[in-house]
């Protein structure tokens, strides 16, 4: 026995060290625990847990998760009366064990809708869809869903309103309905309004003028997501700040909710991310096939860092950060606008190891 206990007092010794050594650590939700949410969006992999390095990774940087698919109508919704929440109940459970804050995206959207849906004609019909659909979901989660984007992508660039086939068949009213239908299901999740390039002039107005006039109506409107779909040299901070300041100056919180840096081109100089686009690729449209020059890696270092300079400076105003996807390898830049291409949007690598823009984030907070 006289030889056993120094053993274990060195092994427990040992433990302690390990332990201590890994809370201190630093992760991105520990040093951006006290200025806003750190999320990340997950794919029916990760939700279910099928990678142990992925899920370790995601445990340990973030905070926040917003389903990448799962929860969007075809998926969840895929008949008139046929629900299927099996990923959604797991995307859940994952969440809560995990203590994170849950988003839920998304309940009205133009696209990726079921088939069925798109064939809705008339506003008795379309009525009867959302109040079903927005009541059934959000119900099912209440108490346990912390926000929801309740309308997605609703306008055009210049601020007007998307022909789709919501608008066709309720006109205007739709956004005042689907609003009212989530804060009647759920009252105390927060709705929010979430769009891409709503950093922009024109767009930006648009939503500001479209969540006036939904709270006018009665609806409850508490934030607005601006997808974040963002280039190396656009857009401007000058224009980041600006939407950051009139969002927050008509009462609502701002969460940057899709966050990638793309550091390829685009053709036609194209911007957002509207899904329905597709172009043809290139050499020239894909010049970064095997791995990202350092020159670059700088680049995109110093535009995650300009900006999160700013979303410090702001901290106040803003509730979530939310990265669209874990790593490289998952983004879906890789597809879009163009097929087959390899882009470097996020800050940890295809083999999941962090890149100097991860550093630079870090290092913003030391």
Not at 5 to 23: D, M, R, W
């Amino acid at each position: 026995m006289k030889l056993i206990k120094p053993c274990l007092l060195a092994i427990t010794a040992l433990l302690f060290v390990n332990c201590t050594a890994q809370k201190k650590i630093s992760s991105l939700k520990d040093v951006y625990k006290k200025d806003f949410y750190i999320g990340t969006a997950l794919s029916a992999n990760q939700i279910e847990q099928k990678d142990a390095k992925v899920n370790s990774l995601i445990c340990k940087e973030f905070n926040a998760i917003t389903a990448e698919n799962i929860m969007k109508s075809m998926f969840i919704h895929p008949q008139k009366d046929k629900y299927d929440f099996a990923l959604t109940d797991k995307f859940v459970a994952y969440g809560k064990k995990n203590k994170m804050y849950i988003h839920g995206h998304t309940l009205i959207w133009h696209s990726q809708l079921a088939p069925w849906m798109t064939q809705i004609k008339d506003s008795t019909e379309m009525k009867a869809f959302m109040k079903d659909h927005i009541t059934t979901i959000v119900s099912k989660y209440k108490g346990r869903i912390d926000s929801w984007d309740v309308v997605n992508e609703a306008l055009n660039e210049d601020g007007t309103l998307r022909k789709s086939v919501f608008l066709n068949t309720l006109g205007e009213q739709y956004l005042i309905d689907a609003f009212k239908l989530a804060a009647a299901a759920d009252p105390k999740t927060d709705l929010y309004y979430n769009d891409y390039n709503n950093e922009e002039p024109a767009k930006r107005e648009g939503t500001i003028n479209l969540i006036k006039k939904i709270k006018a109506a009665g609806g409850k409107v508490d934030g607005v997501g601006i997808q974040a779909h963002w280039r190396l040299e656009s857009p401007s901070l000058e224009e980041i700040e600006k939407s950051i300041l009139a969002y927050s100056a008509i009462g609502v919180k701002v969460a940057f909710t899709e966050l990638d840096i793309t550091v390829l081109p685009n053709p036609w100089d194209l911007k957002g991310a509207d899904v329905n686009q597709n172009f043809e690729g290139s050499a020239k449209m894909n010049p970064y096939p095997e791995s990202l020059p350092d020159s670059v890696q700088e680049k995109l270092a110093q535009r995650y860092s300009d900006i999160f300079k700013l979303f410090l400076k702001h901290k106040d105003k803003i509730s979530r950060v939310t990265f669209w996807g874990v790593y490289d390898g998952q983004s879906w830049l890789n597809d879009w606008p163009i097929k087959g291409r390899t882009n470097y949007p996020l800050l940890f690598d295809t083999q999941l190891k962090p890149k100097k823009a991860y550093n630079a984030l870090i290092d913003l907070k030391k």
